[in-house]
């Protein structure tokens, strides 16, 4: 039996909790649920045999999503701190596992300095649709324009400075009356969107060969991709669609009660996420399958090429596509906030900050972190070892602060107590309240095997990216 004897510290200040459960999934699913899940899991799917990906996507979501998501959550409700001092509050003297506090604190700007450009970008592309600038363009003019669009720092600038200005602009009202009031308002229209946009393209004509493509499993596409690589990339969209790893979703478990049981919260957060993605299936594919020949595999430049073409293709498309790009906006603002709110609180604790002083600050230097990103859209000939400016900003966070991030979250919670939390500390502070819980049968697997398979999920990243294979 392990003995209990964690360090835990208690904040001086109340910590600000969440009006409901409610306010909790979205605001999580809503850090979760990014363009990752819109813009990504449809190309990847298409890339990888649909239906089979699919299968093989959702398996790996239960055994490596789920069992992070819940120590990320433990983490954050049972030190009451921000990543960066989380660690500070559960450690043992003389420990050094709050270095990856500041890891992860680095990793949030990081992830920002790209994402933030993208999501400005969402805006542009919202506006050019809505007032009909893409309307009447060939495939080549379309694509004309994204790369001119791109090169307009000016036009990228001023867009993502409105994006982070409104992102600490909600922050600064604080988790209830900014962040929750928000991220309800905006996660619910966005599901509300996407079931209506969906239900629109799945009536199209020969949608139907889309939706089959996505939901019936082939196993003739496993001879096409490759059985190694359907595993491969079903495994790792189920690992970064959930955000794991960086203590995004450690904040928020801070500002939770202990009524819920956080495997099942866990749970819930996972499935919202899901449905979302499996709704921007639905909208994509069958779009593809009606006006672009069942072409499904086209990569990146889906959300900014292929389905304006589309668009300009169906009937009512300018509405929408206007209707797209707005939930595409809120899907990756959703995540901004979240991101936000985890620089903000760990400034505020660590350098003792008010959360206004906070905010200003940060919006500063983010805006100025993000110029590197938006001159290599402008000069897309910067580059070094083969990848760009946003290239190697994603390639950090994605394959090495992220993965490496959960790993060091695993075995944070699963090491005996004295080497890390310990097992005891953990199961202890996630069983509390009602729901599903961590059951002790399910050591084994968290201690021993899910630590491999998230280290060679980071090794086959790395490898991966340079071409190894």
Aim: overall charge positive; charged content about 10%; hydrophobic content about 50%.
């Amino acid at each position: 039996m392990e003995k209990d004897n964690s360090m835990q510290t208690v904040s001086a200040k109340p910590r600000e909790k969440l009006n409901s459960r409610l306010g909790f999934l979205l605001l999580s699913a809503g850090c979760a649920i990014g363009i990752g899940n819109v813009w990504k899991f449809p190309y990847v799917a298409g890339q990888n045999g649909g239906g089979i990906f699919v299968l093989f996507y959702l398996l790996f979501l239960v055994i490596l999503g789920i069992p992070v998501l819940t120590m990320e959550f433990t983490l954050g409700r049972a030190s009451q701190k921000s990543p960066m001092l989380l660690y500070q509050a559960l450690q043992k003297p003389g420990q050094k596992w709050h270095i990856h506090g500041y890891a992860s604190f680095a990793g949030s700007y990081l992830l920002m300095m790209f994402y933030t450009v993208i999501t400005g970008m969402m805006l542009l592309y919202l506006k050019a649709t809505a007032f009909g600038e893409l309307d009447g363009l060939t495939p080549s003019g379309v694509a004309s324009f994204n790369g001119a669009l791109q090169q307009d720092y000016v036009a990228v600038g001023v867009a993502t400075a409105i994006v982070i200005v409104l992102g600490f602009l909600v922050c600064a009202f604080g988790v209830k009356k900014g962040l929750e009031r928000v991220t309800k308002v905006m996660m619910i229209a966005l599901l509300f969107l996407m079931i209506g946009i969906a239900i629109y393209c799945c009536c199209m004509p020969g949608a139907i060969d889309g939706i089959k493509f996505l939901f019936v499993p082939d196993t003739s596409k496993i001879q096409e991709v490759g059985l190694g690589n359907v595993i491969v990339a079903a495994m790792n969209q189920s690992f970064f669609t959930l955000s794991l790893g960086m203590g995004s979703m450690a904040i928020f478990g801070s500002y939770i009660g202990k009524d819920r049981a956080l495997m099942g919260e866990a749970v819930s957060v996972t499935c919202l996420d899901t449905f979302v993605a499996i709704m921007s299936g639905l909208i994509i594919l069958p779009a593809c399958f009606a006006f672009n020949n069942g072409q499904t595999d086209v990569g990146p430049n889906l959300i900014f090429v292929t389905l304006p073409n589309i668009f300009n293709s169906m009937p009512g498309g300018r509405i929408i596509g206007s209707l797209f790009f707005v939930f595409m906006f809120f899907a990756a603002f959703s995540t901004v906030l979240g991101v936000f709110e985890l620089i903000i609180a760990s400034a505020c604790e660590k350098f003792n900050w008010s959360r206004t002083k906070s905010c200003i600050i940060n919006g500063i230097l983010m805006c100025v972190l993000c110029i590197p990103c938006i001159v290599g859209f402008a000069i897309p000939s910067i580059s070094f070892l083969g990848k760009g400016i946003l290239d190697w900003e994603d390639f950090i966070v994605s394959n090495i602060i992220l993965p490496l991030g959960s790993l060091v979250f695993v075995l944070f919670c699963t090491l005996k107590a004295g080497k890390g939390w310990g097992w005891n500390n953990f199961t202890t502070e996630a069983n509390q309240g009602k729901g599903l819980k961590v059951k002790n049968w399910m050591r084994i697997y968290m201690s021993y095997i899910l630590p491999v398979i998230i280290f060679a999920l980071f090794v086959v990243g790395i490898l991966q990216s340079f071409g190894v294979f």
